[in-house]
């Protein structure tokens, strides 16, 4: 009997012998391929030398892949061959070899290797590949009576990528294993034939929509599950009786003091235990960190189902880590990572339990009686703001939800439960888009003591090999961080800018073999130490190791040319003003640059030109851009422009570029001023007193907005039929058009509404002896209603006027009383309660008063009801 480690090198050193690589097994989390969550295959790592969107480095390769897969998540423990995560033996050709030489290899490996009797194996092939038939009859030995045509038999990875037609063999696992029925045969859903090895022969690139190309290479990827052959090769029922399985159910057992295989509950329990600790073990050790979102939402509901179901077996004890151990013991010395990364599996598995443990209590209680409510009431389905409440709340994965109401026959309303999640997902997005002040822990704190100034090597270089010296993830030093995580990060030494002086900080990644974090942004604390926050994209970064800092060039280079295109701003608009020019605050990014300035008056739009020229002119030049380090009093001496205000040390930087600029500067630049490309100002404004703002672009930024305006000309002029260069003549005749228009459209409508207002005095009714004019018209805007009104009350000697009026979806009233307290009416009364009946509000004078409204549908009614309101008020 072979064991589970036995059969995972017997296959990789038989492939080896043929001439394939043996690689180590990739990541869980899957390189650049954002259409996978996870690494569900052992071809996942390979999908870029299929497409050949990379040129391989070698033509062959077999791996034992890592996998999780979690479709079927609630059928795990429940089959013999459900598991969350798996291993895939596998065997790659990269345009080296086809289907000639794979299905021989499989054949031979199956019936002489693992010597399995040639009677009890099974083929299937895609109906439409006559060529692996051939070659399975012909060149492997397979009788043609033995192999089925199944459509099925077409693979994918993923729902784009590469794919092609396969063969699978199957074991007949006997008739005592089978269901009965006369048609049972390969692919029946009972246990008797089961699937062993899968040949897929790579032919296809199928792309979003679905369409079928041929890779420019045929490919070869096969796989065999380690768990399956293993069930196979040592004579048990179920996967779950393998050695891979049973050291850890065993230790399970034992927590929960009862025997495995004694009571089908239980032993369903625990194999979702075994199998969940032992996928999250795998997940967290390749850096995936729990959280709420994509594969950390996986990774946390596997975790939880574990301590639930743990929780049946009667284990209320922390008891994750422990089942971690004999995973640790059993697996390390195939996956080092586990050994590698202990510390950081064992404190999210330990933070993890912890937290649900502590709510898991809480939220079944409140789940309970949610669900005797819906009972009692004669209801199946929970309300999904219930379900997402307890999410929330609780930290139940909705999932977790249903699999507890479903026992007992009860379902969760998914779209409202979708509905309450994304409202909180909107919610939360704005409230994380609010700044925070974070205090510092007292142990950063101490960090940074420590560490002292952190040596800044980025103005010669955008790379350099560092030392991790402390990692910390909200204020708690940790030894190692992995996927997901946001980390502040001290290095021995960094390329990276630390934003200071105007300039933001620079980005990037931190790199080693396994692991890779993305810089967002660096502080320089006051000691000097410089605080890379990070988030972690793959792996694990550890205190200690090295790693390769390398700052985003692009973006580098960007920066670069706005800081040093602020220098030559400061020293044209000194020589354009005067010198009592001092910046006053700068902000100089990737994408452009802001500059304000001391100046009491703005700048006339020559003078803009004026300076907009002279630092064109000495970008022309291709002055050198030296930076020297000096004495303090050394620096004044030699007439850099230093900012005010600003506190120096003894020792400064001075960046000198020709003899048009020299400043205190500890910025980042370019080698020559020719490096900047052009520079536009796009604005100048006051911001205060005795304060102005220029905003400017530089480089490619100042291309981009220049093309821009070029569109945008070039499109006013199609729409004018002009060329570009009379678009200004032809624009000022048509703004002098339409003012003429205007004018002509004014008069009519005064005109209209002069003819109008005659035309209603003959709708004048009484109410109580008081002449009263309600009337729904037509005008622009609420200067025409209250204009209208006006020419009523010179008409009406006595009397009260309410109009109502709806433009554009808008609903205005304007009320008048005429004399002034006329039976003590108030026209601001009178108009609340009209604009109330449309859901709206106003006020005003005893003589006059106007309001608005939300719903112009209810403007007839509100001025039919105008009579019955003016009785209430004349009974008071």
């Not at 692996?132 to 012909?138: D, F, G, M, P, Y």
């Not at 929970?382 to 409440?389: I, M, N, S, V």
């Not at 260069?725 to 032809?730: F, I, L, P, Q, Y």
């Not at 009714?765 to 004019?773: F, K, Q, T």
Request: with cysteine; aromatic share 8%.
């Amino acid at each position: 009997m072979y064991t589970g480690n036995e059969l995972r090198d017997m296959f990789r050193k038989y492939f080896e012998d043929r001439g394939h690589k043996i690689l180590p097994s990739a990541s869980l989390i899957p390189k650049d391929d954002p259409t996978l969550l996870l690494t569900v295959a052992g071809m996942v790592p390979f999908k870029p030398y299929f497409q050949r969107r990379v040129e391989p480095p070698f033509p062959r390769a077999t791996t034992a892949q890592k996998c999780v897969r979690t479709p079927d998540l609630e059928v795990v423990g429940k089959t013999a061959r459900h598991h969350t995560y798996f291993e895939m033996l596998g065997n790659f050709s990269f345009g080296d070899y086809f289907k000639n030489e794979a299905i021989p290899w499989a054949w031979e490996y199956i019936t002489q290797v693992l010597k399995i009797s040639t009677e009890k194996l099974w083929v299937t092939i895609y109906p439409e590949d006559e060529e692996a038939k051939s070659i399975w009859v012909e060149k492997a030995g397979v009788k043609p009576e033995r192999i089925i045509g199944d459509p099925e038999n077409f693979w994918a990875a993923g729902p784009t990528g590469p794919c092609g037609p396969c063969s699978e063999i199957y074991i007949d696992l006997g008739e005592a294993r089978g269901c009965g029925q006369p048609g049972c045969n390969v692919g029946c859903d009972c246990d008797r034939f089961l699937e062993i090895w899968n040949l897929v022969f790579m032919q296809y690139n199928r792309d979003e929509a679905g369409v079928l190309t041929p890779l420019p290479k045929q490919n070869i990827d096969t796989g065999m599950g380690l768990e399956r052959i293993a069930s196979v090769m040592q004579g048990v029922e179920t996967n779950f009786d393998t050695d891979l399985f049973r050291p850890i159910i065993d230790f399970v057992a034992g927590l929960a003091g009862i025997a495995y295989k004694e009571n089908s509950k239980s032993d369903l329990a625990l194999k979702v235990v075994a199998d969940h600790t032992r996928a999250v073990s795998f997940m967290l050790a390749d850096g995936i960190r729990p959280n709420n979102e994509g594969r950390g939402y996986v990774l946390r509901r596997i975790l939880r189902r574990a301590v639930r179901y743990a929780k049946l077996l009667g284990i209320d004890k922390p008891f994750l880590e422990s089942v971690f151990r004999i995973i640790q013991r059993d697996y390390a010395h195939a996956y080092p990572e586990l050994k590698e990364n202990e510390n950081f599996i064992v404190n999210h598995l330990n933070l993890e339990e912890k937290n649900f443990q502590a709510t898991l209590e809480q939220g079944t209680q409140m789940l309970q009686e949610k669900v005797k409510e819906l009972i009692e009431h004669g209801g199946t389905v929970l309300a999904g703001t219930d379900a997402f409440y307890l999410y929330e709340t609780y930290g139940f994965p909705v999932e977790l939800t249903e699999e507890m109401l479903e026992e007992q026959g009860l379902s969760v309303d998914m779209p409202s439960f979708q509905a309450s999640a994304e409202e909180h997902r909107q919610r939360a997005k704005e409230q994380s888009q609010q700044m925070r002040a974070v205090a510092e822990s007292s142990d950063l704190v101490h960090k940074v003591k420590q560490l002292g100034v952190t040596p800044f090597v980025g103005y010669h270089k955008v790379s350099s090999k560092a030392n991790i010296e402390g990692l910390f993830v909200d204020g708690e030093e940790r030894q190692d961080v992995g996927e997901g995580e946001e980390v502040t990060i001290f290095l021995s030494e960094t390329p990276f800018y630390a934003e200071s002086g105007g300039q933001v900080t620079d980005v990037g990644i931190l790199k080693t073999s396994r692991a890779e974090a993305r810089v967002l942004d660096v502080k320089k604390g006051v000691t000097g130490t410089l605080y890379h926050r990070a988030q972690i994209i793959t792996g694990v970064l550890h205190v200690g190791e090295t790693v390769e800092a390398v700052v985003d060039q692009a973006n580098r280079l960007a920066t670069t040319r706005h800081h040093s295109a602020t220098h030559l701003l400061q020293a044209a608009l000194r020589s354009v003003l005067g010198e009592h020019v001092q910046q006053a605050g700068s902000l100089v990014t990737p994408e452009r640059l802001r500059f304000d300035f001391t100046h009491f008056s703005p700048l006339t739009p020559d003078g803009l030109k004026a300076v907009e020229g002279l630092i064109n002119e000495a970008v022309l030049k291709n002055m050198t851009v030296e930076a020297t380090e000096m004495s303090l009093d050394e620096a004044k001496r030699s007439g850099a422009t230093a900012l005010f205000g600003e506190k120096y040390g003894e020792t400064v930087r001075v960046v000198r570029m020709g003899t048009f600029s020299k400043e205190l500067c500890g910025g980042t630049h370019v080698q020559s001023t020719g490096e900047i490309g052009l520079v536009k100002i796009l604005s100048e404004g006051g911001i205060g007193a005795g304060l102005r703002r220029i905003e400017a672009v530089a480089g490619l930024e100042a291309l981009a907005y220049l093309r821009s305006l070029d569109e945008q000309v070039t499109e006013v002029a199609q729409l004018l039929k002009a060329q570009p260069t009379d678009v200004g003549k032809r624009v000022n005749g048509l703004v002098s058009q339409v003012k003429d228009l205007e004018r002509e459209i004014s008069h009519l409508q005064a005109k209209l509404s002069k003819n109008e207002a005659e035309g209603l005095l003959s709708r004048i009714a009484d109410v109580e002896g008081i002449p009263v004019l309600a009337a729904q018209v037509h005008v622009p805007d609420m200067e025409g209603l209250r204009q209208m009104a006006d020419l009523l009350r010179s008409k009406l000697n006595s009397g009260v006027i309410v109009l109502g009026a709806v433009s554009e979806g808008k609903v205005n009233f304007v009320t008048a009383v005429s004399p002034t307290g006329l039976s003590g009416l108030h026209a601001g009364q009178i108009i609340k309660e009209v604009a109330k009946i449309t859901g709206g509000s106003g006020g005003g004078r005893p003589d006059m008063a106007q309001a608005g409204g939300k719903d112009p549908s209810k403007v007839g009614e509100a001025i039919d009801r105008v009579p019955t309101i003016l009785r209430g008020f004349l009974k008071k």
